[in-house]
């Protein structure tokens, strides 16, 4: 779930998932803390109960033995049956810190969903299809020894289309997770249209730049609002239309709802589900396309479709390519080539030769 709370953020969409995941949680959390009290009273009673009982079992046992019912071995053998019984027992009551473990997995889930976007301006009407800027960026990830970003400076001009290539870990995730800003860069600056990123914060950029992340999410809930993510501005029409053009129409008819099917990260291939992440992307009024290796799970059909859908797009706005795969250079007005958190301008030609 803490995965998904940047793409809500991303879709705009995080006050309604929020208000949802909210609600659901409250009940859990109420309905814990009242099973953590009644097993935390129960637990009491039952070691009292135990020890107690364990005491009595003894003395019965010696009292037995005194007046010779029972032998000396009967009372080790009772003994030791207790014993084993009472273990069982305390087994079972070891089940209460995780139950207490649960309980503040979900405090902590809470709480980062309550976390308020405090410090974000809610930059918008700025951050209109222009130019995207690098200067200088370096960015190291919290915890981690090694830079993933270590002096970017690069320029996008609007409707350019861009396809940033380059080695596994190389950085270029992470340069669009700056660009979205999810982080904020140690040096240097991100402007989109000449206002920071870290100004506009990444509930605003979110309304400008449609992402399609390297690892697609799939909600339960229909296709269609896994398309739209409850954003009531985006039409039906505009869902199928976006839905169509990343193939999904063989999907849809074959759903007996059609768009309506409920749907789960289970229902879908891992083919499916990219197509659904990009047709998530698709619907949305295009500003800035940033697509992140959106092609690695599609069959040759899909690809071609989403490449012309691409091609067809060209000039009308700005996209950002981050790909392995050579085929989408051949739609790139310039190609960039991260390597080691470095961007360097690249010769069409000579990477696809070689
Ligand atoms: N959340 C994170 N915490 C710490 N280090 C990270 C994190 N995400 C990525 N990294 C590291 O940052 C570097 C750049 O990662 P990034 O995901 O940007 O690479 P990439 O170029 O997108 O690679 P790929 O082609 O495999 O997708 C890598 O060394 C990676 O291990
Ligand atoms: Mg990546």
């Given at each position: 779930m803490i995965e998904m709370i940047p793409l809500f953020r991303l879709f705009s969409v995080m006050d309604h998932y929020r208000r949802y995941f909210s609600s659901n949680i409250d009940q859990n959390i109420n309905a814990n803390r009242a099973l953590n009290h009644s097993t935390i009273q129960f637990g009491s009673a039952i070691s009292t109960i135990s020890e107690m009982s364990r005491y009595t079992v003894l003395v019965a046992t010696i009292v037995l033995c005194a007046l010779k019912k029972i032998s000396l071995g009967d009372v080790v053998l009772y003994q030791s049956l207790f014993s084993f019984s009472l273990d069982g027992l305390g087994r079972i009551m070891n089940i209460l810190p995780n139950l207490e473990m649960g309980l503040e997995?979900?405090?902590?889930?809470?709480?980062?969903?309550?976390?308020?976007?405090?410090?974000?301006?809610?930059?918008?009407?700025?951050?209109?299809?222009?130019?995207?800027?690098?200067?200088?960026?370096?960015?190291?990830?919290?915890?981690?020894?090694?830079k993933a970003?270590?002096?970017?400076?690069?320029?996008?001009?609007?409707?350019?289309?861009?396809?940033?290539?380059?080695?596994?870990?190389?950085?270029?995730?992470?340069?669009?997770?700056?660009?979205?800003?999810?982080?904020?860069?140690?040096?240097?600056?991100?402007t989109i249209n000449g206002v920071l990123s870290t100004d506009a914060g990444s509930e605003a950029i979110a309304t400008k730049i449609a992402y399609v992340s390297q690892r697609s999410i799939i909600f339960r809930d229909s296709l269609l609002e896994n398309i739209r993510l409850r954003d009531e501005q985006i039409s039906r029409e505009q869902a199928l239309k976006a839905a169509e053009q990343c193939n999904l129409a063989r999907l849809i008819s074959r759903l007996s709802l059609g768009l309506d099917e409920p749907i789960s990260?289970?229902?879908?291939?891992?083919?499916?589900?990219?197509?659904?992440?990009?047709?998530?992307?698709?619907?949305?009024?295009?500003?800035?396309?940033?697509?992140?290796?959106?092609?690695?799970?599609?069959?040759?059909?899909?690809?071609?479709?989403?490449?012309?859908?691409?091609?067809?797009?060209?000039?009308?706005?700005?996209?950002?390519?981050?790909?392995?795969?050579?085929e989408l250079l051949t739609l790139a007005d310039r190609v960039l080539v991260m390597d080691e958190g470095k961007l360097h301008e690249s010769n069409l030609n000579s990477v696809v030769s070689g």
């Open positions: 997995a979900m405090n902590s889930i809470y709480s980062v969903l309550g976390l308020e976007d405090t410090g974000e301006t809610k930059i918008t009407s700025h951050l209109t299809d222009g130019e995207l800027k690098f200067e200088g960026v370096h960015f190291t990830y919290p915890g981690s020894e090694s970003l270590s002096g970017v400076d690069c320029r996008i001009r609007s409707g350019e289309h861009v396809v940033i290539i380059g080695k596994n870990g190389s950085g270029k995730s992470t340069l669009a997770r700056l660009l979205l800003g999810f982080f904020a860069p140690d040096r240097g600056r991100i990260p289970l229902s879908l291939s891992g083919g499916e589900t990219q197509c659904v992440a990009i047709a998530r992307a698709l619907a949305r009024p295009l500003k800035t396309l940033l697509l992140d290796e959106i092609t690695s799970n599609l069959d040759l059909i899909s690809k071609k479709m989403v490449f012309n859908t691409l091609r067809n797009l060209h000039g009308s706005c700005t996209i950002v390519t981050i790909t392995h795969d050579m």
